[in-house]
């Protein structure tokens, strides 16, 4: 019996063994990419982020897309009660302000300007407006009692418990935002950022955190998400090399030696190697590697022609993925190099 558990054993141990050759992560590398503004702003070179309206100011309006903006609504002295509410709006203000004042792509001007411009009817400094409200705020505090042991039972004796009440707080914060165009007042997008946050529960109500901490950490994602939109941004990407299963040792070697340059960022060099092992060898794995690090270093097109030809040869599912990702690259690089133009009037042009 034990002779078979400890045969059953190994056999398990094989086989995880085995699994983890088969699943050993590949070699990635991470490369820095410089993504197109999500929104195209049509040129514009100037934004200024209005001052935001509280939840108390909040109208729900009616097929917002393509209608007027009243600009002056948003530079009314608001009374913002909730002490809360202003620091979330502050900190969320100041964090798309703080993102925008050293952009290369668009100047900021400040918001007192354009209210100037507009109440003397001069030259609007914006190209475009930032607007926000807060669509919903809400702070929900909830009790709920819970029996709680208290002596355990022991022989005749029964166990002893006592109620102890705790609280809870919800917070929601939603805020609304459009992209105006300062010309027209139409508005050129909108959308809206949603978030959400419930406390640890605590036995004291006055021990609850407050509303601005529960929603704090949201404030960046929500920052990042509004200037993604606004202006171009940096993400970092990883490109997986692909492994060969080949039985050929030597082959098995330079297809080691090659990946190893690439593991240490030499990725010229890199697909150079693997681009000698598929000329020599149509080693499908080598071929996509050499195209992937021509992605990596920059050279869409040649990254492109590269895999055209290996999926030409091997009409492979994994360099028609390699392939669709490289075009889709090609695009992005396309759209970030019209809107650079648009908003510098530059003739250079991106290297493809």
Not at 75 to 101: A, C, K, M, P, R
Not at 184 to 191: E, G, L, R, W
Not at 310 to 329: C, H, K, M, Q
Request: glycine share 4%; aromatic share 10%.
């Amino acid at each position: 019996m034990i002779k078979s558990f400890m045969k059953r054993t190994g056999l398990l141990i094989s086989v995880i063994l085995l699994t983890l050759s088969l699943f050993s992560c590949a070699t990635t590398v991470n490369v820095n990419l410089t993504r197109p503004a999500q929104l195209d702003l049509n040129g514009a070179r100037t934004i200024a982020v209005l001052p935001f309206k509280p939840y108390y100011y909040y109208r729900e309006h009616e097929g917002s897309i393509g209608k007027q903006i009243l600009v002056n609504t948003f530079y009314q002295i608001f009374n913002i009660q909730d002490t809360d509410e202003q620091l979330i709006i502050d900190n969320l203000y100041s964090q798309i302000e703080h993102g925008l004042v050293n952009s290369p792509y668009i100047k900021l001007v400040s918001s007192d300007a354009v209210e100037k411009s507009l109440k003397k009817g001069t030259l609007n400094p914006a190209d475009v407006y930032l607007t926000g409200e807060v669509s919903y705020f809400s702070v929900n505090d909830s009790k709920y009692d819970e029996k709680k042991l208290v002596k355990a039972a022991k022989g005749d004796q029964l166990a002893e418990y006592k109620i102890v009440r705790y609280w809870k707080r919800e917070v929601v914060f939603n805020f609304r935002y459009q992209i105006v165009n300062s010309t027209t007042d139409k508005v050129i997008a909108v959308n809206e950022y949603r978030c959400s946050n419930t406390s640890s529960r605590y036995e004291a109500k006055r021990e609850l955190p407050s509303a601005y901490s529960l929603i704090k950490s949201y404030l960046s994602t929500a920052s990042n998400k509004i200037l993604h939109e606004l202006q171009p941004y940096v993400v970092t990407k990883s490109i997986k090399l692909l492994e060969t299963k080949t039985k050929d040792k030597a082959l098995k070697e330079r297809m080691k030696a090659a990946d190893e340059l690439a593991e240490n960022s030499k990725l010229e060099r890199a697909s150079e190697e693997f681009s000698k092992i598929y000329k020599e060898t149509g080693l499908v794995e080598a071929g996509y590697n050499a195209a992937v690090l021509q992605e990596a270093l920059g050279n869409l097109s040649v990254a492109e022609k590269m895999m055209l030809e290996v999926y030409d040869a091997n009409p492979d599912s994994r360099v028609a993925r390699g392939l669709e990702d490289i075009r889709y690259e090609i695009e992005q690089a396309m759209r970030l190099n019209k809107q650079i133009k648009d908003s510098s009037s530059s003739d250079e042009d991106l290297d493809l």
